[in-house]
């Protein structure tokens, strides 16, 4: 074992995992944004964490807004990171959708790898990406609809932020804001990103009884820790458990996780991850985001061992529903992976400076590639 490992050894187990895991909600970062991570390091990360796939968000901060944008983060940042990595999957992005860029948006979709369209609120992204007419929104969905493109949204309702702070019903008012507006198009497919509490997962199920093609996105850090401090390691500022949207009850988190033992085949999970740098958290208290790629597959395979989830059930929720949704051509296949109990110890490197680790004291089953790259 590599001498400078800093973490508690427990135990190994053999777990089956999906031979490609796809995360679909991540920040590359890079171009201005380098002090919190870059594609290749992203990638390199993501190699070591198990993951094949991660698609990319818009909101840097020269936005994915244009067609031209799109196009040069592709070919200045993320293929030559898949190049040097050796990475043979394109990784997709997200087009960030405005009020007033669906024409762009349209010769973006000559780009392969341009996914489909993101949807911010206002107030919760960098680079001043949101949309918020009704009917831009309906626009971009019928395009999307129309070209077998995703529409992917983010959940804080602007006046509720405005008017009472991130709280749960902003998301709950954006959920049902924009699935009303879902049903009015046929063959949509829509993902509600990083859904985080009882009442917007419960739309959410409603929508797909009527019809609707629409996911159910979990990000890792929301079965892990919740607002009451479960997995919160005491000596941390609580700032570095602040991500948008907030952390909620522990009712919550054990609703998500029971949608994990359950065979709907529109629950997947996104990471969300966000390496924003330590000093940043504590200089911006309002700063949100969890970096959570690296501890995605640990978080399943640690829930799949505490509440008896079946290997394919965790297969499922980390690749083959991500594959069908998107129209990924992957290999349905499991394959055995060592996983190693241990009691993290250490902190996340990212290029210049040092993104202090939420997981900090949490006892998880790391892929033994983890351990011994630390």
């Not at 699935?179 to 198009?185: D, I």
């Not at 061992?305 to 069908?324: L, P």
Request: proline letters at 5%; aromatic letters at 10%.
């Amino acid at each position: 074992m590599n001498p400078k490992v800093r973490r508690e050894l427990l135990e190994t187990i053999i777990f089956m995992v999906a031979k490609v895991i796809i995360d679909t909600h991540v920040h590359f970062r890079g171009r201005k944004q380098s002090h919190k991570t870059t594609p290749y390091q992203f990638l390199l990360e993501a190699q070591r964490s198990g993951i094949s796939i991660s698609i990319g968000m818009p909101n840097t901060l020269e936005a994915i807004v244009t067609f031209l944008a799109a196009q040069q983060y592709r070919n200045l940042e993320i293929a030559p990171a898949e190049k040097k990595l050796g990475i043979e999957r394109v990784q997709p992005i997200y087009f960030g959708a405005m009020d007033n860029n669906l024409k762009e948006f349209l010769k973006a979709l000559t780009l392969d790898y341009v996914i489909g369209a993101k949807f911010y609120d206002k107030g919760v992204t960098t680079g001043g990406v949101f949309i918020e007419s009704p009917a831009a929104m309906l626009d971009y969905m019928r395009a999307c609809a129309e070209h077998n493109r995703v529409v992917a949204c983010h959940n804080d309702d602007t006046e509720t932020v405005r008017k009472k702070g991130y709280i749960k019903e902003a998301e709950i008012r954006s959920v049902e804001r924009r699935l009303n507006l879902a049903l009015q198009v046929p063959n949509l497919k829509i993902v509600m990103c990083h859904v985080s509490c009882q009442e917007s997962a419960e739309l959410i199920l409603q929508a797909q009884k009527d019809g609707l093609r629409v996911a159910i996105e979990i990000a890792p850090h929301y079965l892990w820790f919740d607002s009451r401090g479960t997995h919160w390691c005491p000596s941390l500022d609580p700032v570095f458990y602040h991500c948008y949207n907030n952390l909620r009850e522990p009712k919550d988190r054990e609703f998500l996780i029971s949608l994990l033992l359950s065979g709907n085949k529109l629950v997947f999970i996104g990471s969300d991850s966000a390496g924003h740098g330590s000093w940043e958290k504590l200089a911006n208290p309002k700063l949100g985001g969890i970096p959570s790629h690296q501890h995605s597959l640990p978080t399943l395979v640690s829930l799949a061992v505490e509440y008896g989830i079946s290997k394919q059930r965790i297969a499922e929720v980390t690749s083959f529903n991500q594959a069908d949704f998107f129209d990924f051509d992957v290999p349905r296949e499991l394959v055995p992976r060592n996983f190693v109990k241990a009691v993290e110890r250490n902190a996340l490197r990212y290029n210049h400076g040092v993104n202090t680790n939420p997981w900090l004291g949490s006892e998880m089953y790391f892929l033994e590639e983890q351990l011994m790259a630390a």
